[in-house]
């Protein structure tokens, strides 16, 4: 028994050693193969562009990896991040991106042609806001192992760059950069080349045209769309594209080039990620050749484009496709928003979509929840995101029971409100809107980033949507010759354009070189077109203020203003915005519009004499000066400030000179103007 037992523990030690052997071993060999793996990826080959810059340029940083992959745009097979430190206490996450440099030929009357100019590399994009030293270095998890690099340094210097741009501090309706200026956006749509209108310019070869262009006539905003229906998407089908989740190269490189042809003339871009045509099939379709349609290897039925805002695949491809615009343009200061959609209501199926079916509805507001939330858990700038409705909607019934996207505007990671008006009432439709939004959003910023006259005639030479879409051409013009001479004179953009900066924001009309640019093959001829010249006014009229010691530019923001208490005279529509210490009204002659069977006021020869305006809500028995402004030319005050006073009822009677087509003026309390000397004011007292 004894002789048994000593046998079963001599044996029991002999198998514990074993397996304790094999363990070890087994141990020895995952050691092995984990360092194997580590070491065969390598971070390597790293370029930096400058190491050397100012505030607000931008830190490039290519490298190569000594490994491939199946798919380098998809973060869970490949994850590069750079860690960029300029203080001990915070840090920033930039991600690295798939990158390949091109060559760009041809861009007039056809297509541009992209031809490899290098190798593909990987690419981290910084932007740094603030000077000093600063490090970072790269991190890198794949399915094949990991890599980091040793710390590298760069040097900032202070510029005068203004930087991003947020939402005002103090009054969320409006912007300001990050060193504080407010930001009034002001311009049009160029949203991409357009289907073979003239002049005919794609891709880049149209940017380094318009925005030179724009920038010389004080456009500070533009819109662009990352689509197809313009050739820019970076991911569809065809022979440029890899497929679902993987993206064309070339077609980003080309995004590349008309960002930095943008930010170089000074104009922020509005950047559109998605377009209703993507995801319809019953609204100028383009779902059939969608890379998320099953067709061509999606996850979303053919039949059912509704479901691409709730196939989980769907969504996760989404994110990625998110996470690259992020990675790869996020660091641009220029770029305004994220636009997540342009007009959202047209997606969906003929029989099931936001008109008809609540539950698809529903759907596509939390799609965008989910959206926002994430670009805002990803974008290290944290831009602003907003998207986009051509939402019908009727006063009397009351916006939240009849609008299809009421709550959406409420969802707290969607910044601006977006909608686009095309009516044949543009000045009411936009005041009415206008107030409404600001009366139920109170804390929200908004935007018309479309507008234009409702029978589109700025896109087609005829006034009904049978005609071919070939730009405005005043010679075949078939409607009245009056709305042909307000076409021409752009009465319709320029009232739109005030009438929405005395709303607080700003409209941009639609048609670009359709309408607004010059056409000798559409007999658009100088000195009528381009319109460009309606811009300059409304920058001069916000940049030089009554108040210029102290005030360098209009801070509407600061000043609360409330849409403006007026009665005008018969002959004078009018619209504004003010408090009891000042006020900013524009004001036209109620015959110059599109909409009136009357003839532009210059054309006509039509001058208003003895008409006034009347502008409630002032201080009472109050001392006030005006400033008229010009409207037209490049624009400006228009003759010597006046003094005025107003009433014990705090009403103050606005006698302007004669004019034509409109004016705008501005008007302060006059001891609010602590930069002029009281003798000034005596001088100015007498001279009126």
Not at 141 to 158: D, E, K, W
Not at 187 to 193: E, K, P, Q, R, T
Not at 367 to 394: F, G
Not at 642 to 667: C, H, M, N, W
């Amino acid at each position: 028994m004894v002789i048994r037992k000593e046998y079963y523990k001599y044996m029991m030690t002999l198998f514990l050693s074993f397996n304790k052997r094999i363990l070890l071993l087994f141990l020895i060999i995952y050691y092995l193969l984990n360092t194997k793996s580590n070491s065969a990826i390598e971070i390597k080959d790293i370029e930096i562009n400058n190491n050397d810059i100012s505030t607000y340029e931008t830190l490039e940083i290519q490298f190569d990896l000594s490994t491939t992959f199946t798919n380098p745009f998809d973060s869970e097979e490949v994850n590069i991040v750079g860690i960029f430190s300029q203080s001990e206490y915070s840090s920033q996450t930039c991600y690295g991106f798939w990158y390949q440099p091109y060559s760009i030929s041809n861009g007039v009357s056809g297509d541009e042609q992209y031809l490899s100019a290098g190798s593909p590399r990987w690419m981290i994009r910084y932007t740094p806001h603030q000077t000093g030293r600063g490090s970072f270095y790269i991190n890198l998890n794949s399915l094949y192992g990991y890599a980091s690099c040793t710390s590298l340094y760069f040097n900032v210097s202070p510029s005068s760059q203004p930087g991003f741009i947020r939402l005002h501090e103090t009054n969320k309706r409006y912007f300001q950069y990050d060193n504080g200026k407010v930001y009034y956006p002001r311009g049009h749509n160029v949203s991409g080349s357009s289907f073979g209108t003239h002049p005919t310019l794609d891709g880049v070869t149209a940017a380094r045209f318009y925005y030179p262009r724009l920038s010389a006539n004080q456009i500070n905003w533009s819109r662009f769309w990352l689509t197809n229906v313009y050739k820019n998407a970076i991911e569809w089908t065809g022979d440029d594209y890899p497929g679902p989740g993987a993206y064309s190269l070339a077609k980003a490189y080309r995004t590349d080039e008309i960002m930095e042809a943008a930010r170089i003339n000074g104009v922020n871009i509005h950047f559109t990620l998605n377009d209703f045509r993507q995801v319809s099939n019953w609204a100028d379709i383009y779902w059939p050749q969608s890379p998320y349609n099953a067709l061509n290897g999606g996850a979303v039925p053919n039949g059912r484009p509704q479901d691409f805002f709730s196939n989980t695949t769907s969504k996760s491809l989404f994110k990625r496709y998110l996470r690259y615009c992020i990675s790869r343009w996020g660091h641009l200061p220029n770029l305004f928003a994220w636009e997540l959609f342009n007009e959202v209501e047209y997606t969906c199926d003929t029989q099931e979509n936001v008109f008809t079916n609540e539950t698809v509805k529903n759907d596509v507001i939390e799609w965008h929840r989910e959206m926002a939330q994430y670009i805002k858990s990803m974008d290290p700038y944290h831009h602003l995101v907003t998207t986009s409705s051509d939402d019908p909607w009727y006063a009397q019934y009351g916006y939240f029971n009849y609008s299809l996207f009421s709550t959406l505007w409420l969802i707290p990671e969607i910044d601006i409100i977006q909608t686009h008006i095309y009516t044949y009432d543009i000045e009411d439709d936009l005041n009415n809107e206008c107030d409404l939004f600001r009366t139920l959003y109170p804390n929200k910023a908004h935007m018309i980033g479309e507008f234009g006259i409702q029978s589109l005639p700025e896109f087609n030479n005829q006034t009904t949507y049978s005609s071919i879409g070939d730009g405005f051409d005043p010679t075949t013009f078939i409607g009245t010759t009056t709305q042909r001479d307000h076409l021409i004179e752009g009465t319709h953009l320029h009232n739109g354009l005030w009438t929405a900066l005395m709303n607080g924001t700003m409209a941009g009309l639609w048609w670009w070189d359709y309408y607004i640019e010059a056409d000798t093959t559409r007999h658009r001829m100088e000195p009528q077109f381009p319109l460009y010249y309606h811009y300059p006014p409304l920058e001069a009229y916000m940049r030089i203020t009554m108040n210029p010691d102290q005030i360098p530019f209009e801070d509407w923001p600061n000043y609360h203003l409330s849409p403006s208490d007026l009665i005008p005279s018969s002959r004078i529509r009018a619209c504004g915005m003010s408090n009891s210490l000042r006020g900013y009204l524009w004001f036209r002659d109620t015959q110059n519009d599109y909409f009136i069977e009357a003839e532009p006021g210059d054309m006509a020869g039509r001058t208003l004499t003895d008409e006034y305006i009347i502008l409630k809500g002032l201080v009472p028995d109050a001392k006030f000066t005006l400033q008229y402004f010009d409207t037209y030319n490049s624009g400006g005050p228009l003759g010597a400030p006046l003094i005025s006073y107003s009433t014990p009822e705090g009403e103050l009677g606005i006698y302007p000179p004669p004019f034509q087509r409109d004016l705008a003026v501005k008007i302060m309390k006059t001891d609010v103007l602590t930069s002029v000397g009281e003798t000034q004011w005596k001088y100015l007292e007498l001279m009126n």
